[in-house]
DNA sequence: CTGAAAGCGCTTACAG
DNA sequence: CTGAAAGCGCTTACAG
């Protein structure tokens, strides 16, 4: 040991891999890191694996399915572990190449109980119930009131999370007898300016929305800073609903009412799990980790008819 | 080949990495994911190192050097081909580490030719001159006409990026002919949180500085929002002058002036020298990429005298 | 208990 | 041009 550290010796891991036949290694594979929720998911992620030594790899694919392959394979080829991936809708190349070479795959994110799945592949998942993130924001607008609902969403196609927000706001709003046309649910690229344009050709619609749902916050805060450029009111004029209660949306005023996803506690849970998969040889349990809804001071009732006239005006000004 | 895609041939990464003597991976240290900064920064290295079919390895040490150390080692043991560090303050046991094992190593962030260094190595550089952010923030204030004025940084120790913003608007000023005592200069943790105890503990400082200059966005925003708790108007009352220009900077009201650092193209850049480094068998260039002040409407004159006997009556209120 | 040997799955230099 | 052999630096089962 003296000489050990006298020579500075590190031992070999690509030996040590290949004799052990695993690298302590696990993948991670996210849309981007450029969302704060990600960046503090994989914080958790990699906080928990470095306590029990193992490394993690991560790779980005931008919201590109084959991207998101390419960047698979090349974690395969590192020998990895374990794989994480985000969500349930991946490509056909994707679970095959994770059914040949049978490298554990931990799903999060999402609830894949309620997914119609490509290709059955047996992957345990740990995530949210984004049907019920939409249901929350839905049950909280309607009881105070609102009629007229909007949403603006990131893009449903290869997005199973985005999709169910939308489909557990609409459930929901269908549930109490009130309808949310196609047309109000306007798909932008996650992004401020997603969540400005937006709530721009929200506020085009006729009826008005009084209260619009955003599939995340980032939109959410988008759409409430170009409600602030309109001069629309908010919480009087219009409320405004995101998820995941990024840091700066208890901030921010005017206040932001959002779903809270624990991303990180995700993280170190999903690292456990894994970690717990090495030592038993047993897949993790499937579970959703608890999501709650906080109200903040946007989310006022519908505005009265006088303010309602006012809304119009405002439409010919512009 | 038919076979391969057949059986789903995979090959074995660690095998590879042995016989080749390298894995085509990199490992970055960085204090942290969760400012937008480093994700970003992160997620540049990642997509460029992704297309010459290189793995970026990460850690997260959240500024305690000792927890650096760790992680530098324990990616030492997969066999990374070369190492990126953020600035240049790290523990001897980490340079011992880089020395022995002669582990090619690049540092970012700062520019390393004007930091005084525990243990010479030969490291090259490629960062941004921190320095030169505190200068510009106090130029821009200067040339405004404020006299007094105060800093919020993070904490200095072991974080040479955060000592040269410091540094620099130090000396700017005092060029200037301008003191800034080191009681207008509040040392917090980096969060919204630090940037609010900062701003309410500069504001009671008599006589009370009318324009701030924060070591980063993060900071300047909790600043900014601790102001509109406290009724000080921005800009009119107070200047704040930030650093990094996150994309929230250019959204939020009332406009935050900044520093703006291109990070995303920062970590492009690493990954590029480093992949030219591999192939070329010859160290990077030490350089600093471009910075500019980024003014907004924060940044206005100081305030009247009849301002500023307003501003007395608030503090008595207080 | 100690120490030499075999083997992990690749790559590459070399023999045929 | 093809194919068998050696070797990368570890770990572990086994011989002494």
Redesign the pocket.
């Known amino acids: 040991m003296h000489a050990v550290t006298r020579l500075g010796?590190?031992?070999?891991g690509?030996?040590?891999a290949?004799?052990?036949?695993h690298a302590r290694m696990v993948g991670a594979v996210v849309p981007t890191l450029d969302n704060a929720i990600f960046a503090r998911a994989v914080q958790g992620m990699q906080s928990t694996l470095q306590e029990s030594n193992y490394q993690l790899l991560i790779a980005a694919h931008e919201y590109s399915l084959t991207a998101e392959t390419h960047a698979i394979r090349a974690l395969l080829e590192r020998s990895i572990d374990a794989l994480v991936l985000v969500g349930c809708d991946h490509s056909f190349e994707t679970w095959e190449l994770i059914n040949t070479t049978r490298v554990p795959v931990l799903v999060t994110w999402t609830n894949v109980k309620t997914t119609e799945r490509i290709l059955s592949i047996p992957a345990p998942h740990i995530g949210f119930d984004n049907r019920l993130v939409g249901k929350l924001a839905a049950e909280h607008l309607l009881k105070l009131g609102h009629k007229n609902l909007g949403m603006v969403s990131g893009f449903t196609r290869h997005n199973d999370r985005a999709r169910h927000r939308v489909e557990g706001f609409r459930t929901a709003l269908v549930d109490a007898g009130v309808r949310l046309p196609d047309d109000y649910v306007i798909e932008q690229p996650f992004g401020f300016d997603g969540g400005r344009s937006g709530l721009n050709q929200l506020m085009q619609m006729r009826p008005r929305p009084t209260a619009i749902f955003c599939g995340n916050d980032v939109l959410a805060l988008g759409a409430l800073f170009e409600a602030q450029s309109l001069q629309i009111d908010v919480p009087q004029e219009l409320s405004i609903v995101g998820c995941d209660n990024l840091p700066i949306s208890s901030q921010i005023t005017p206040k932001l009412s959002t779903v809270l996803l624990p991303t990180y506690d995700l993280g170190q849970q999903v690292a456990q799990s894994l970690l717990n998969w090495f030592s038993t040889n047993r897949p993790p349990t499937d579970r959703c980790l608890p999501i709650e809804l906080v109200v903040r001071e946007t989310s006022l009732p519908p505005v009265s008819e006088s303010a309602k006239s006012r809304y119009k005006n405002n439409a010919r000004d512009e």
């Open positions: 010796y590190v031992p070999d690509a030996a040590r290949l004799a052990l036949g």
